[in-house]
């Protein structure tokens, strides 16, 4: 006597995206602390050093007073603010030491403060104009200005002295870095389209990339081969070691991209962009692995060391802070559902081995079946459908309901199942219908049962309004559906003379691809005419 | 040169177990039953089959315990004998023949007077007709106790024979009730101390007669449970039909019954054993099942399944070397071909089955293995009407554990349409395995086993679409990948298309109008650049795919084409059942024959055997390395005649050996050396090559750029030609028959089928001996230094310089 074989559910594909290593990994943030600044948050830059406070640069449209806030990595009140601007100010930066700071301003004075005191320790004066670019050399005791004046010039921190002018850049220069590794080396990026790397060594750059838009952020790879560069839409490497080729070209966003940063293990690189957007992508091959959506258009982005926390800086003065959930969190999270019983109770006497002289008794293992499946056992359909139909199941695994369902139909008693229902059954029935009719992986099995009842029932139509209203709005559903079912159909065609001029044998492939998935959702259509539904 | 006397067409099992009621024996210990034309004996303990009664040559319709002595069951069959059998030790006592009146097809009942005479063979002539016009299902005819009455039933009438009175009564029923219900009468069971008469009938009812041994005064009642017609009563009152559930119903308190339920297919006949301790129940799906007291399924006996169609070709599983074919609905059987046993079935569809007529149930259509037997895909179908067609793919894989194939993958509407064809690509060493679907709704596409994603790698890889193509919106039909599975053929109607599955790149298009391709096959081997088709319009194309130009033609109406997977051998069957074996790259073809058996062959498969055969006869070289078996119309017209059959060699030697070399180069020398001196080309010809010698195969069968130099082979041929100096020419090469001889004996003892012209080689080979006597024999110790030199067997070489 072979087993009875429980009703098949089908399994269906899950829906959305894909679960991989990666958006676990970013996905493991608390919820975001925000905290209203006074302004567009320009930049952020984080303490190299522990406890890795952060300087967010921000300005208050009001009073055009502009502030660098120092907030410790957990606090969600400044550490510091320091607020001797007489503008804007731009681009605070730590020393590598963690010890100093640089801001440059609207007003073209750069200023270096100490961590611990307010006033400025030194201001360099020079500039003509505002300075957006602002930045320690690795020996500590220079520093990297940009200015909208198109200079880029070399500070000297000890006597307060400019040690260098360039004047290559033919535009506001936005952005630069400089080498981590090399005390003389920097880059910088401006509106003219190009990044130009420097030598202090020299007194000219001594090597020009074209970006081909105007460039707002720059990044260096810790290796220093590889340099990023966002402008426009695009975010381009270039392998600087083959003397500035450009490597990858990455079109992500649809709006300009303002911050790059990378994570901590190199491995994958962020781009924030006024699209509202931040976008992680592989560095290896420079594939899109994880995005993350915030409310306002992004202006700068920080990552803290080891990814501990993102801050994203916006453009309506919010400042958003994500931190990473300790392990202890994140377990927390599965032990607080159900408390399931022990390992110990289901192998209780179930790894006891038999000793050469015991006498075995068998017991037949039991089936355990679902409700609907002991029903169907019985052939009691029409209780196999109540209990399909039980308001949990309809509602949380529709799939269950529809594969009980198909396999009425396969035994041929979906008729008899449907049959000889109140008021209460057939209007419980029509509403499972209207919720999962139009969707595509239960469309088949669905429209069968709905012509059935419609055979059926259409006799008693008008006695009940509830069932009445039911069935007109099943049928305005279907109707709807028709016409979406039209409008893809149309750019379907579309595509198809599209396809068809360009004449492409890929294109052609793509086309049959994309005509695959599209029938799916055609049938509906195809198969349930709304003249049915007017009886 | 062709012969085809030695090969012949060997029915190999498959054959219905499930024909007539089986019996069990009185000590509960055996089951005999009629299959085919041979009386089988399985052990009920362990379903293993002990005897097999044969000597009938026509299909057994009935077997019996002698009542007289249990140890002894009479078998009847439709070649107009009785045999008497003693089952334990599986001998045949007695033959009675009867008068060939009795089977014609009348089915008048008659009696036979069996005379008592030591004789085996005894001619019955005492023939009495009991009944006229009886139902020609045994099952509507039935002694009752104690063999006072006969009951038969045939269509709506009951006629109950008492021999005492000698004297008949019929009893009629209307021929349909008010309820729709059929009265007409299926089968008939007697109560055995008792006068009761159960009848089955067609519409699920079972009555009860009783009183009927008094014309007016019979009375019956109705018991009801089967919904469609009762096809099987036995004397407990048991009962079963096409819900495949079985039903005892209490005699006297009809109101209970137990059930037997999900027993797999339908029951057509019930046994029951004389003591009572034993049911067993034939299934329509060729099945015995052994049921003890109506409880428990103790052994479950299963022939080979013959389902309505063979949907899914004849496979073989790489792994067990089983044939494969569909068989229970929604299963695929694996049969073993050595053992006539089935060895298992595979559940495809996963479904409860239900037991109803009329209703559509998923059928498994399609089914391919790929190269190493570690993948097995499969496709099930269901329309219904009006509604869509309902297609699943499912994907299983092997499992080591288990050593059977699990679920992987299931892919509900894998296409739109039918699928017309599927195939696995061949090459083994790949990383990744292949597999192609064609379909009516004009794609084909190609399914590839996805890399396992990092996160849900509980789950593993499964398989999902790599590729969609089509052709000019026409239907493809057969597709096939090349051996080493770096092309793959799509048949388009008339056109083949030739695609690069690395790059999908359609690389080719060949085609033969006006017709459309029916089957399509790459060649092997050293034939890989061939691809043959055959179209409706009788053509058989040989397409050269290195010209990527049409290579032969010939006009065949070919039914069936399939290649040998371990020769270059190809196999097409026409549709007269004529068999033609041919190589692609030679126009003539190995072997030929027409008419192999009656009916077209629907279906067929070469099977590799376990040990290469060494024959050496060109017209059945073929089958050293695989058996072809085919399947017959025959088992969907009459299914109960054999159903797989087998095409086998029997290894016959001429008197001339035939090496793989003498077929190269045997002919040509034979002309030479006929023309000069005809007593050298008598010797020429009785000359035995070493025959199935390793190092000869292996030199023969390693392409030419495995081998050794040819600097190295030279040394070692010239220090053979160094030893045929020291005798003459003609001393060498009688050693070496003599030796080839020798060595003919040892393999003679192993091919046991070739011993029957043994004798007759042996006196063309003394012959060969005598003929030449006068040159100097040479001693056994020379023999075996020169054994000893040539160690490679390279001797042949000699001859080719002979020559």
């Known amino acids: ?535 | 040169m062709v012969e085809h006397g030695d090969i012949r067409v060997v029915h190999r099992g498959g054959s219905k177990i499930n024909f007539r009621k089986p019996v069990i024996t009185n000590d509960s210990r055996f089951l005999l039953c009629a299959s085919g034309e041979s009386v089988k004996v399985f052990s009920t303990s362990t379903e293993e089959c002990i005897h097999d009664l044969r000597g009938h040559t026509d299909l057994v319709t009935g077997v019996l315990i002698k009542p007289s002595n249990h140890l002894q069951a009479f078998s009847c069959s439709a070649d107009g004998t009785v045999r008497l059998w003693d089952f334990t030790d599986g001998i045949l006592i007695k033959v009675r023949l009867l008068p060939s009146i009795v089977v014609c097809p009348l089915f008048q009942l008659v009696a036979v007077h069996l005379p008592q005479s030591g004789d085996q063979l005894v001619e019955a002539r005492e023939l009495s007709a009991v009944l006229t016009g009886i139902s020609s299902n045994p099952a509507a005819t039935v002694f009752g106790r104690g063999g006072e009455y006969i009951a038969s039933a045939n269509g709506l009438q009951l006629e109950v024979y008492f021999f005492k009175k000698q004297k008949a009564y019929r009893f009629s029923l209307k021929e349909d009730n008010k309820k729709g219900g059929k009265n007409t009468f299926t089968c008939v069971a007697c109560h055995p101390n008792d006068d009761c008469i159960a009848t089955g009938h067609e519409d699920g009812k079972i009555r009860l007669w009783r009183n009927f041994n008094h014309k007016k005064e019979y009375t019956y009642s109705t018991l009801h449970w089967h919904h469609s017609a009762v096809s099987s009563l036995s004397t407990n009152l048991l009962s079963g039909g096409i819900e495949s559930v079985l039903v005892q119903w209490r005699y006297n308190q009809e109101n209970q019954r137990d059930f037997l339920p999900r027993l797999g297919a339908a029951i057509t006949h019930i046994a029951v054993s004389p003591d009572g301790a034993l049911y067993c129940t034939s299934h329509s799906d060729n099945k015995i099942t052994i049921i003890q007291s109506c409880v428990k399924v103790s052994a479950v006996i299963q022939g080979l399944v013959k389902g309505e169609s063979v949907g899914t070709d004849l496979m073989i599983d790489p792994r067990s070397k089983s044939l494969v074919l569909n068989g229970k609905p929604g299963h695929l059987q694996f049969y073993s071909l050595q053992r006539d046993k089935l060895l298992y079935n595979l559940d495809i569809v996963q479904q409860e089955y239900i037991h109803e007529s009329g209703l559509q149930q998923f059928e498994v259509v399609k089914a391919a293995f790929d190269a190493s037997g570690n993948w097995l895909a499969t496709v099930e179908e269901r329309k219904q009407k009006g509604a869509e067609l309902e297609l699943n793919l499912k994907l299983w894989a092997f499992d080591e554990q288990t050593q059977s194939f699990v679920l992987n993958t299931t892919i509900s509407a894998p296409h739109e349409a039918q699928i017309t064809g599927m195939c696995f690509s061949h090459a083994t060493d790949s990383q990744t395995t292949m597999l192609v679907s064609t379909s009516k709704d004009g794609h084909f596409k190609a399914w590839q086993l996805a890399a396992q994603s990092q996160t849900d790698a509980d789950e593993g890889p499964s398989w999902s679409c790599d590729f969609v193509g089509a052709y000019h919106g026409l239907v493809p039909e057969c597709c096939s990948f090349s051996a080493d599975g770096s092309l793959l053929a799509v048949s388009f109607q008339e056109v083949v298309t030739v695609w690069s599955p690395a790059s999908w790149e359609l690389l080719t298009t060949l085609s033969q109008p006006p017709k459309a391709i029916r089957n399509l096959c790459f060649g092997r081997l050293s034939c890989s650049k061939y691809l043959l088709g055959t179209t409706d319009s009788n053509l058989l194309c040989c397409w050269n795919l290195l010209t990527c130009s049409l290579e032969w033609s010939t006009s065949m109406d070919v039914s069936l084409l399939l290649a040998d997977p371990l020769s270059e051998n190809m196999a097409a069957f026409c549709c007269q059942a004529g068999l033609f074996v041919f190589k692609p790259s030679e126009p003539r073809p190995l072997f030929s024959q027409k008419a192999v058996c009656s009916g077209m062959v629907t279906r067929a498969v070469f099977a590799p055997r376990e040990e290469m055969l060494e024959s050496c006869e060109e017209s059945s070289q073929w089958l050293n390395r695989s058996q072809l078996y085919f399947l017959t119309q025959y088992m969907v017209n009459n299914t109960n005649r054999s159903a797989v059959k087998e095409k086998k060699s029997l290894v016959i030697d001429d008197s001339v050996a035939m090496t793989p070399f003498y077929l190269l180069l045997g002919k040509h020398r034979q002309q030479q050396q006929g023309g000069d001196d005809p007593q050298s080309g008598v010797s020429a010809e009785r000359t035995p090559l070493p025959q199935g010698s390793v190092a000869i195969k292996e030199l023969l069968q390693t392409p030419a750029h495995v081998l050794p130099s040819t600097s190295f082979l030279c040394s070692m041929f010239v220090q053979s030609l160094l030893i045929s100096v020291t005798d003459s020419r003609e001393e060498s090469k009688h050693a070496e028959e003599e030796m080839e001889s020798e060595k003919e004996e040892e393999d003679s003892e192993e091919e046991i089928e070739s011993s029957r012209t043994r004798p007759e080689q042996q006196a063309a080979v003394g012959g060969g001996e005598a003929a030449e006597s006068a040159a100097p024999a040479m001693t056994k110790a020379q023999v075996r230094e020169l054994r000893r030199v040539k160690k490679l067997d390279h001797s042949w070489l000699a001859g080719l310089l002979d020559s």
Request: a positive charge.
């Open chain 1, 1 to 535: 006597m072979a087993s009875f074989k429980p009703t098949k559910i089908q399994v269906y594909p899950k829906l959305g995206e894909k679960v991989t290593q990666d958006t676990l990994y970013w996905k493991n943030y608390k919820a975001p602390v925000q905290i209203k600044e006074f302004g567009a948050v320009t930049h952020i830059d984080f303490s190299p050093v522990a406890p890795h406070n952060f300087a967010v640069t921000a300005f208050t449209r009001v009073c055009w007073h502009l502030f660098v806030h120092i907030y410790g990595p957990f606090s969600q009140e400044p550490v510091k603010t320091f607020t001797r601007f007489k503008d804007t100010a731009y681009s605070g930066r730590f020393r590598s030491d963690g010890q100093l700071l640089v801001a440059g301003c609207e007003d073209s004075v750069v200023r270096l403060f100490d961590v611990g005191g307010k006033v400025a320790l030194r201001m360099f004066r020079g500039h003509t104009k505002a300075v957006h670019v602002t930045d320690f050399t690795s020996d500590r005791y220079q520093i990297l200005t940009g200015s909208d004046d198109y200079t880029c010039r070399l500070w000297d921190i000890p006597n307060s002295t400019e040690l260098n002018t360039y004047q290559e850049h033919t535009d506001y220069i936005r952005c630069g870095v400089t080498s981590k590794l090399n005390r003389d080396l920097f880059i910088t990026g401006s509106y003219d389209h190009t990044l130009k790397l420097f030598d202090a060594r020299v007194d000219r750059s001594v090597m020009t990339m074209d970006h081909g838009q105007p460039v707002e952020s720059l990044l260096l790879y810790p290796s220093e081969g590889l340099l990023v560069s966002a402008g426009g839409r695009y975010v381009k490497v270039w392998d600087l070691l083959k003397g500035g080729q450009p490597l990858v070209s990455l079109k992500n966003h649809h709006k300009t991209v303002t911050s790059l940063c990378l994570s901590t293990n190199g491995q994958r690189l962020l781009s924030a962009s006024l699209d509202r957007h931040v976008k992680v992508y592989n560095t290896t091959n420079y594939k899109v692995v994880h995005n993350f959506d915030y409310a306002a258009s992004i202006l700068s982005l920080a990552l803290a060391p080891d990814d501990e926390s993102i801050v994203v800086g916006m453009t309506n003065s919010i400042l958003s802070i994500k931190h990473r959930k300790s392990p202890e969190e994140s377990k927390e999270i599965s032990g607080q559902q159900r408390r399931r019983p022990s390992y110990r109770v289901f192998v209780k006497g179930k790894n006891y081995v038999p000793k050469q002289d015991d006498y075995l008794v068998s017991k037949p293992v039991k089936q355990h079946l679902a409700k609907y499946d002991k029903q169907l056992k019985k052939f009691n359909v029409s209780k196999a459908l109540d209990t399909a139909l039980e308001t949990w199941t309809r509602h949380r695994k529709p799939e269950i309901t529809v594969a009980v369902i198909k396999e009425l139909d396969r035994r041929g008693t979906l008729n008899n199942a449907l049959a000889g229902r109140d008021e209460q059954g057939l209007s419980q029935l029509l509403n499972f219908l209207i919720g999962n009719l139009v969707d595509p992986r239960f469309a088949p099995v669905l429209v069968t049962a709905a012509e059935m009842i419609l055979d059926i029932y259409h006799s008693v139509i008008g006695q009940s309004p509830v069932v009445d209203r039911q069935l007109l709005r099943l049928q305005e559903l279907l109707e709807r559906e028709i016409d979406y079912q039209q409008d893809l159909l149309e750019v379907l065609g579309m595509l198809d003379t599209m396809f068809a001029s360009t004449g492409l044998e890929c294109l052609c492939n793509l086309f049959f691809e994309t005509s695959d998935t599209f029938p799916d959702m055609t049938f509906v259509s195809h198969r349930l005419h709304p003249a049915r539904l007017l009886v």
